[in-house]
């Protein structure tokens, strides 16, 4: 059942960032779509937490993983990932924060002792190696202007937030271990990223740009936002009942599932090159032997 939900938070997530990406045509204000969505989020899980949770569960002992996890991504790892597109592109920073997984199964084999064999490893590289070239493949065909500025030290933000995306998911699982609740960990973990991004907002002077989001725009930003709900509530499910080492590179093989999604709807890819037939065979491969793991 793990596997079920690691493949419906890559296929909500694949739609949230295709919906995101048709927002940001007519207002491009990734960070304004993030707290939109993220709003969202958190008002939907707080509504839950409400419903389902009972309040002897939040006990500082209890939650504070959770809102470590939710520091370390999305929080601050959404900003360094922005900050990489910024200053190197796509076509480098993508790739790299896909490979977000390496960090998790790895703190996953070493802190959580949890198995691995032939099949697993064979699985996770498959993933990841076919993540990262289809990131590097879509960096190329969407990149507009990669600085000539380049210098060594600017892969410190996406190596960073591929680091924190990868360790958030190591403190929800220990998170779940101490307090199996889904729910109050989606909460939790978007509610301290929500805060996070709040701050940033208002003191970056970007708050302003909320009233300057097209309708149209509005209206993708909140269809993303449902799609992100979908997927958190799959991932914590995931890992709640699954194991690091299988759950996340399923879950993370999201940009498969975005590009197709680009293609049957929008036609916007000229023609399947051979990097991205390549990496859908790694990624089909990786996660069917994954699934195969009992």
């Avoid at 890559?10 to 739609?15: D, E, H, N, P, T």
Wanted: glycine share 8%; proline share 3%.
């Amino acid at each position: 059942m793990a596997i079920v939900f690691a493949l419906m938070t890559a296929i909500a997530y694949g739609l949230d960032n295709f919906l995101i990406r048709k927002g940001l045509i007519h207002t491009p204000y990734p960070i304004v779509a993030a707290f939109i969505t993220l709003t969202i989020n958190f008002s939907f899980f707080v509504i839950l937490s409400l419903i389902f949770i009972p309040f002897e569960f939040l006990k500082l002992n209890l939650i504070y993983l959770f809102i470590i996890a939710g520091i370390l991504a999305p929080g601050f790892a959404r900003l360094l990932s922005y900050k990489g597109l910024e200053i190197l592109g796509m076509s480098i920073t993508t790739p790299i924060i896909n490979a977000e997984s390496l960090f998790s199964v790895t703190m996953a084999l070493f802190f959580l002792n949890e198995p691995i064999n032939f099949s697993i490893v064979t699985g996770i590289l498959g993933v990841m190696g076919g993540l990262v070239l289809l990131g590097y493949e879509i960096g190329q065909k969407n990149e507009r202007d990669i600085s000539k500025r380049f210098r060594y030290r600017y892969l410190f933000y996406p190596i960073t937030a591929s680091l924190f995306y990868g360790i958030s998911v190591f403190f929800r699982k220990l998170g779940l271990n101490t307090l199996s609740s889904p729910i109050l960990g989606a909460t939790l973990t978007s509610g301290t990223s929500w805060c996070i991004l709040t701050i940033v907002l208002t003191t970056s002077g970007n708050m302003k740009r909320l009233v300057q989001v097209k309708k149209r725009s509005f209206i993708y930003f909140i269809f993303g936002g449902c799609a992100t709900c979908i997927a958190w509530l799959s991932f914590f499910h995931a890992l709640n009942i699954g194991k690091v080492v299988i759950v996340t590179p399923i879950a993370t093989s999201y940009s498969l599932f975005t590009l197709f999604l680009s293609y049957l709807l929008l036609r916007d890819m000229e023609r399947m090159s051979l990097k991205i037939i390549v990496s859908t065979i790694l990624i089909v491969g990786g996660i069917v032997l994954l699934s195969l793991v009992k």
